[in-house]
């Protein structure tokens, strides 16, 4: 059988939501489903508005109008990250600030960032790596005493937190995402936190194509028009009722990929003790969500080859980022701030296991494989794969 990386999963009530959003008649966005995520979202995470988006990728995109990045503004982000993070402030003219990441929890190492900072420094952007929080109360102090703006990329954090503040919630603003592999979905989606009262009234405008709609349809004017520059950022009902059944059953989901996350990490522990791979770590103040499950292999050619062994029983992890500053755009658009050595080598070890709702019932098989292709390299273990 089959095992990829991810599979969407559907709490059951999915289709019978968006039914429902077609029979009140209302497709078209901000209707009673995406009112109802809103509501969840700020009830959940205390945040002073949330307003969902049609990807995180929008979400990111508003926060950087938000911020009023110019051309020539500078924006301080880890190299290994998602091209949204960088793409969100290089659209508006800003140059991406590469600096380097933390070895344990691959998040962006907060004691390369203030030797980053330049008078055309205006944002920090933390990335939650995994569902782990990045070190944000160093990172604020930071942000508070050059007097930038954080905005917290948590496109992997939902239902995650830090010193049990929600991520997304502790910088200026927050992205989240709903994409298909995500811990809750909608296909498509996210969703922008504003923590600070100064942005909720504009990024309202900016998400409504630049018009003060929003204030139309709570009766606050009588009627609406182009007042700022915006876009289409809002996703549509349909998308809205998808996402708020799994809204719904986040707990249960969240608990399966939890228990997961643990039976991998205890099923792969003798293959770090025999120094063969590298385990996940977080920091005692973070909760994660078990967004992902990777190891880090020893070599680029171990990773190489277990992806080869894996794939060819049908089993199919994957790598993630290649780093920024090493691509074409992030070479003409970005910069780097001191050598990003962890970046590099982390990049080329660092392989992802499946990881999704559903898996429980093949995971002994994924772990086997895993186990059995170090078999060699472990002469007296054999095959205890609880070890």
């Avoid at 969100?88 to 203030?114: H, Q, S, Y």
């Avoid at 799994?246 to 707990?251: G, T």
């Avoid at 920091?283 to 062994?309: F, G, K």
């Amino acid at each position: 059988m089959k095992i990829p990386f991810n599979k969407p999963y559907m709490t059951g009530k999915e289709l019978f939501y968006i039914a429902e959003a077609h029979f009140n008649g209302m497709l078209a966005g901000d209707g009673p489903f995406t009112k109802k995520c809103h509501h969840w979202l700020e009830e959940q995470t205390g945040s002073k508005k949330a307003l969902l988006t049609h990807s995180c990728t929008a979400a990111l995109e508003m926060a950087a109008m938000l911020a009023d990045i110019q051309p020539g503004d500078e924006v301080i982000m880890p190299s290994y990250t998602f091209v949204s993070t960088a793409n969100a402030f290089a659209l508006r003219g800003a140059v991406p600030v590469f600096v380097d990441i933390r070895p344990d929890t691959l998040n962006i190492d907060e004691t390369k960032i203030e030797a980053a900072i330049t008078p055309k420094t205006k944002v920090i952007v933390p990335v939650h790596y995994a569902g782990v929080g990045c070190e944000m109360d160093t990172i604020m102090e930071i942000a508070n005493r050059h007097q930038l703006l954080v905005i917290e990329d948590a496109a992997q954090g939902v239902n995650a937190t830090y010193k049990n503040k929600p991520l997304g919630t502790i910088g200026h603003l927050g992205a989240y995402s709903f994409h298909e592999t995500k811990n809750v979905i909608s296909g498509e989606g996210g969703a922008l936190l504003i923590n600070d009262d100064r942005f909720v009234e504009r990024a309202e405008i900016i998400r409504e194509k630049g018009t003060n709609r929003s204030k139309f349809f709570r009766g606050q004017v009588d009627k609406y028009t182009w007042v700022d520059l915006g876009s289409s950022y809002l996703p549509g009902e349909v998308i809205a009722a998808f996402l708020w059944a799994q809204f719904e059953d986040i707990d249960n989901i969240t608990q399966r990929r939890l228990e997961i996350w643990e039976k991998y990490h205890e099923g792969l522990y003798a293959l770090e003790r025999a120094g063969l791979i590298k385990r996940p770590t977080f920091p005692a103040e973070c909760v994660h969500n078990a967004h992902m499950y990777y190891i880090i292999l020893n070599s680029l050619d171990a990773r190489t080859q277990l992806i080869t062994q894996m794939k060819a029983l049908d089993i199919h992890p994957v790598f993630h980022y290649v780093p920024l500053h090493t691509s074409p755009a992030g070479l003409k658009y970005g910069r780097t701030n001191g050598d990003l050595k962890v970046t590099e080598d982390l990049s080329e070890r660092l392989l992802r296991l499946p990881m999704w709702t559903g898996l429980e019932p093949q995971l002994d098989r994924v772990r086997s494989v895993i186990f059995d292709s170090f078999a060699s390299y472990m002469p007296h273990e054999g095959n205890r794969l609880y070890a």
